[in-house]
């Protein structure tokens, strides 16, 4: 299984080098590929912080990305999930997972965060 780094992710969502681009589609369309929670946070902290692009947009296009047919990661469903909530919540990523993780996996979330707290509560009752 190979492993795609937020720089793999991110060249190939923005098509900013199209040569690295190239490679990482090349690389996705030929191979069944993981990501990791860890990296997808990284990569809308940097999409967000650093290219400014909008929340629904970062959302949407990450959706899509863990949704093609070679991409896989471990607990999928926790990670749609977490971009999910990430996109309906005023939370950072790593909140929204950590939702999604109980949500999800029934595990208990221990925190002081009261907006996590609200968020696991709320949830939870729907």
């Keep these: 299984m190979k492993i795609l780094d937020t720089n793999m992710i991110l060249r190939f969502l923005l098509n900013?080098?199209?040569d690295m681009a190239k490679q990482?589609?090349?690389?996705?369309?030929?191979n069944f590929v993981m990501v990791t929670s860890e990296v997808i946070a990284e990569v809308i902290y940097v999409m967000k912080s650093v290219y400014k692009i909008a929340k629904s947009d970062i959302t949407q296009t990450l959706l899509e990305?863990?949704?093609?047919?070679?991409v896989t990661?471990?607990?999928?469903?926790?990670?749609e999930k977490g971009i999910t909530l990430y996109?309906?919540?005023n939370l950072d990523f790593v909140d929204c997972l950590l939702c999604a993780y109980n949500l999800q996996c029934g595990y208990e979330i221990c925190t002081?965060?009261?907006k996590l707290n609200k968020l696991i509560?709320?949830?939870s009752k729907s």
């Design 121 to 123: 509560e709320n949830k």
């Design 24 to 30: 990482v589609e090349e690389l996705i369309d030929n």
């Design 87 to 89: 996109a309906e919540n």
């Design 65 to 70: 990305f863990v949704s093609l047919p070679t």
């Design 112 to 114: 002081f965060d009261k």
């Design 16 to 18: 900013d080098n199209q």
């Design 73 to 79: 990661a471990e607990h999928l469903d926790v990670i």
